[in-house]
């Protein structure tokens, strides 16, 4: 717990030294607290979206044979054509979520 340099008001401190509340007076305090609930759940949900862009065992699992492609293949001497549905590879579902996490700012880790 520290103080803060303004007013003098107790202030919780992030492990790497960011203040998580802003200097509050007693008309503050109930903003505050709904304030740091809310960075909580916005974290919360950050983790849980880089979890899930994040190749591992458990995304894996998760996405393994959930998505298919059709194939177009033609049948040799007929001319006929058939369809197929393929399963998507992992190394393709790799790529599509190091694109989703390059487009939305992450760097790969």
């Not at 759940?41 to 998505?67: G, N, Q, V, W």
């Not at 197929?84 to 992992?90: E, G, M, S």
């Amino acid at each position: 717990m520290g103080k803060c340099k303004t007013c003098g008001a107790p202030v919780n401190l992030a492990p790497d030294g960011d203040p998580r509340y802003l200097a509050m007076n007693k008309n503050q305090s109930g903003q505050l607290s709904w304030s740091v609930a809310r960075i909580a759940e916005l974290e919360a949900e950050r983790d849980r979206m880089r979890e899930a862009l994040t190749p591992s065992a458990d995304t894996k699992a998760a996405y393994m044979s959930e998505f298919e492609m059709a194939v177009v293949m033609s049948i040799p001497g007929t001319g006929e054509t058939d369809y197929r549905r393929v399963t998507v590879p992992w190394t393709t579902i790799k790529e599509i979520m190091a694109a989703i996490s390059a487009r939305a700012g992450e760097t790969e880790k």
